[in-house]
C-alpha cells in the first residue's frame, strides 16, 4: 500500500501542492487524473521519491521514501518519467538490462538475463533487442523504458504518462500490458494519465486532482459522472453509456 | 493485443542466447579489441620512434639507452597527460550528461593563465623562475582543485541545485579570469610577454620532470578511483531521474566525479599547461572507436587514442619542424581535421 498523509510541497504562496492524504490499495491499476498544472506529475515524482517533499510522509509498503535508503527503495519501487534522452547510445536489451541494477550492481547474472529476457517478451520487443533506441519509433521506444521498469522487478510501478506521444494503437497496447503487468505479475501500477476514457477502461481507481488539492477518489463508476468530471477538469463534459462502459465526451 | 501475445507465446527470435552486456558477442566485441589492438600498436611504435629516431647510437648499446632515457621522461610525461585529459573529459562529459562541454569549462585552463600571468605581471620574468619547483606545483593544483570544490559544493548543495547553473557560472568565472589575464598581459613588456606565450601554448617540454613524482600517484589514484566507479558511471549517464529511480543518490555521484575530475585536470594543466582540445578530441574519437555505453571499454580506449595523439604530434613537431614539446598547435589542426572527418563519416556525436 502506498499512503499519503499530509503531503505538501510549495513553490510560491500561490502555488502549491497539497496537503494531501491518499491510500492507494497495493494490487491493481490506479490512475491519477486532473487538468495541466493538477499537480499530478509532482504527486508522482514525490511518491518515487525523486523529487522532496516539503511537509508530510509517504510511506510506500510500509517503507517512508525520505528516510529508507534509496538503494533499498529502488528494490520496491520503481518509476519511469515522461522526458527521457540519453546522451549514449543503446540498444533495447542494454537499456533493460539497466532497470537490474538495484539487484545486480552492473554484473549481470544468469538470473538478471532472465528477467530482463522476460521483460522484454512481455512488451513484445522480443525482435527489437539488439536494435539501438535511437533506430526505433516513439512507441517502441516508450515500450522499452516501461520493460526497464519492469526488470527493475519492484512490488509498485510508478509511469509518468506512459501514453505521452502514442498513437491509438500503441495505446491500447500499452495500457493492455499495464494491465496484465497488474493482473498477471501483480504489480501496483500508479500513472498519470490525461485521457479520462483510458483511465476508465483500464484503471480499478481513478484519483482525480485539481489545483494541487486531491478532490475525488473512487472506481471508474463513481468518478465517471458529469458533475464530477465537469468540476475537476473545469469544461463542460457528458457521461454516456458506451459500448464497453461509461464514456466522457468533452468536444 | 494480437501481435503481443503471438510474440509473447512463441520463442523469441534473436538466437539461442540473449546477452545484455555491453558489448555483444560477436562482430562488436571483435571490431573493439581490433580496435584497441591498432591503437596499443600506435603507441608502442610512437613511443619507440620517439626513443629511437635521430638516436646517433646503434639501437641496444648503451649509449642509445642513454639517450632513450632522457627522452623517456617526455613519453612518461604524455602518458601522464593522456591519462589525465581522457579519464577527466570522458567522466566529466557523462556527469554532464553532455557530449560537447569539457572540464575546462571550469576554469582550470583560465585559472593556469591567470597565475601564470600574474606571476610575471608581479615579478617579472623572475616571476616564472619562482612558480617552478614542487611546492608551486601542489599549491597550484590545490588552487585549482580547490576553486572547484568550492563552485560545485556550493551550487550543487543549494535549495535549487542545479548542473546548468554550475557549468554557466564556471564560463563566467573563467571568462573573467581569462580577461583579467589578457589586461595584466597588455601591460608587459614585450620580452616578458613574448616569455610568458611560450608558457601558454600546452607544451610537452613545459614539465619539470621533479613534478613528475607527485603528478603520477595523484591522477593514478584519481583514475582507479573513477574506474571502480564505472557502473555508476554508466548510470549517470542516464540521466538524473533513472539514477534516482534505479537507487543511487545522483547528487553524490555527481560531486565525487567532478571532484575526481578536477584532480586529473589540475594535475595535467599545472603539469603541462592548457590542454582542452586533447581532452574534447579524445573523448569523442573513443566513443566512436569502443561504441559502448561501458566506462569500464571507453577509459583504455581512450587514453590510448590519447597517447597516440600527444605522441604522433611530439614526434612531428620535434622531427619535421624542430619545435620540440609545442604539441597543441598540431593537435588542434590535425586532430580537428580527423575529428571533422569522424563525425561526417558517422554523422552522428
Known amino acids: 500500500m502506498i499512503s499519503l498523509s499530509d503531503v505538501r510541497k510549495d513553490y510560491s504562496d500561490e502555488v502549491a501542492i497539497g496537503p494531501v492524504d491518499l491510500q492507494i490499495p497495493a494490487g491493481g491499476v490506479t490512475a491519477l487524473v486532473g487538468p495541466n498544472g493538477a499537480g499530478k506529475s509532482t504527486l508522482l515524482t514525490m511518491i518515487g521519491r525523486l523529487l522532496g517533499l516539503d511537509s508530510g510522509t ?66 513484445g520487443l522480443s525482435e527489437l533487442e539488439t536494435r539501438y533506441l535511437d533506430e526505433l519509433s516513439g512507441g517502441q521506444r516508450q515500450r522499452a523504458y516501461v520493460a526497464m521498469v519492469l526488470a527493475q522487478d519492484t512490488e509498485y510501478v510508478l509511469l509518468d504518462e506512459p501514453l505521452n506521444n502514442l498513437d491509438m494503437k500503441h495505446s491500447v497496447l500499452m495500457m493492455k500490458q499495464l494491465r496484465r503487468a497488474a493482473d498477471e505479475l501483480g504489480k501496483t501500477v500508479v500513472l498519470v494519465i490525461h485521457d479520462v476514457n483510458f483511465a476508465a477502461a483500464y484503471s480499478d481507481r481513478i484519483v ?25 477538469f ?9 459500448p464497453r462502459g461509461l464514456l466522457a465526451v468533452y468536444y | 493485443m494480437l501481435e503481443s501475445v503471438k510474440r509473447f507465446s512463441t520463442t523469441p527470435a534473436s538466437g539461442p542466447v540473449r546477452h545484455s552486456g555491453p558489448l555483444p558477442p560477436g562482430r562488436a566485441r571483435r571490431k573493439y579489441f581490433i580496435i584497441l589492438g591498432i591503437l596499443i600498436v600506435l603507441a608502442v611504435g610512437f613511443g619507440f620512434g620517439i626513443l629511437a629516431w635521430d638516436n646517433p647510437m646503434p639501437v641496444g648499446t648503451d649509449g642509445f639507452w642513454r639517450i632513450a632515457k632522457m627522452r623517456g621522461i617526455s613519453i612518461v610525461v604524455m602518458l601522464v597527460v593522456a591519462f589525465c585529459q581522457a579519464i577527466a573529459t570522458v567522466s566529466f562529459q557523462t556527469a554532464t550528461e553532455n557530449r560537447i562541454i569539457t572540464p575546462s569549462i571550469m576554469g582550470f585552463e583560465a585559472l593556469y593563465v591567470a597565475v601564470q600571468t600574474s606571476a610575471v605581471y608581479f615579478l617579472g620574468i623572475a616571476g616564472l623562475v619562482a612558480m617552478q619547483g614542487n611546492a608551486q606545483f601542489v599549491l597550484q593544483i590545490a588552487i585549482m582543485v580547490g576553486l572547484s570544490v568550492l563552485l560545485y559544493g556550493w551550487l550543487l548543495s543549494g535549495r535549487y541545485a542545479n548542473l546548468q547553473v554550475m557549468l554557466l ?38 614539465a619539470d620532470p621533479e613534478q613528475l613524482p607527485i603528478a603520477i ?31 543511487v543518490n545522483h547528487r553524490r555521484e ?4 567532478l571532484l575526481l575530475v578536477s584532480v586529473l585536470m589540475a594535475v595535467s594543466t599545472a603539469l603541462v599547461g592548457p590542454m582542452t582540445f586533447l581532452g574534447f578530441l579524445v573523448a569523442t574519437l573513443a566513443y566512436q572507436f569502443a561504441d559502448t555505453y561501458d566506462h569500464r571499454f571507453i577509459f583504455p580506449v581512450a587514453v590510448l587514442t590519447g597517447f597516440v595523439v600527444l605522441a604522433g604530434a611530439y614526434f612531428v613537431m620535434k622531427n619535421i619542424f624542430y619545435a620540440q614539446g609545442v604539441v597543441s598547435i598540431i593537435i588542434e589542426l590535425v586532430g580537428g581535421t580527423l575529428f571533422l572527418i569522424v563525425i561526417l563519416r558517422k554523422g552522428r556525436l
Open chain 1, 234 to 242: 473545469d469544461t463542460p463534459v457528458q457521461v454516456l453509456d458506451g
Open chain 2, 254 to 257: 555527481l560531486m565525487r566525479v
Open chain 1, 58 to 123: 509517504i510511506e510506500i509498503g510500509g517503507f517512508d521514501v525520505v528516510s529508507t535508503p534509496s538503494k533499498d527503495l529502488a528494490k520496491i519501487v520503481s518509476i519511469l518519467r515522461q522526458e527521457n534522452h540519453f546522451i549514449t547510445r543503446l540498444t533495447v536489451r542494454q537499456l533493460v538490462g539497466f532497470g537490474r541494477f538495484p539487484h545486480s550492481k552492473g554484473r549481470l547474472n544468469r538470473e538478471d538475463e532472465r528477467i530482463i529476457s522476460e521483460a522484454i517478451d512481455f512488451l
Open chain 2, 217 to 247: 600517484p595523484l591522477c593514478l589514484v584519481a583514475g582507479i578511483l573513477l574506474w571502480a566507479n564505472a557502473k555508476r558511471l554508466n548510470l549517470l549517464a542516464l540521466g538524473k531521474d533513472i539514477t534516482m529511480g534505479l537507487g
Open chain 2, 169 to 206: 557560472i564556471g564560463i563566467i568565472i573563467g571568462g573573467g579570469l581569462g580577461s583579467i589575464s589578457t589586461f595584466m598581459q597588455r601591460l608587459l613588456t614585450p620580452s616578458e610577454f613574448d616569455v610568458l606565450t611560450a608558457q601558454m601554448f600546452g607544451s610537452i617540454s613545459n
Open chain 1, 208 to 232: 482525480a486532482l485539481r489545483d494541487g488539492m486531491l478532490v475525488h477518489e473512487g472506481t471508474p463508476e463513481e468518478i465517471m459522472t458529469e458533475e464530477i468530471l465537469s468540476g475537476v
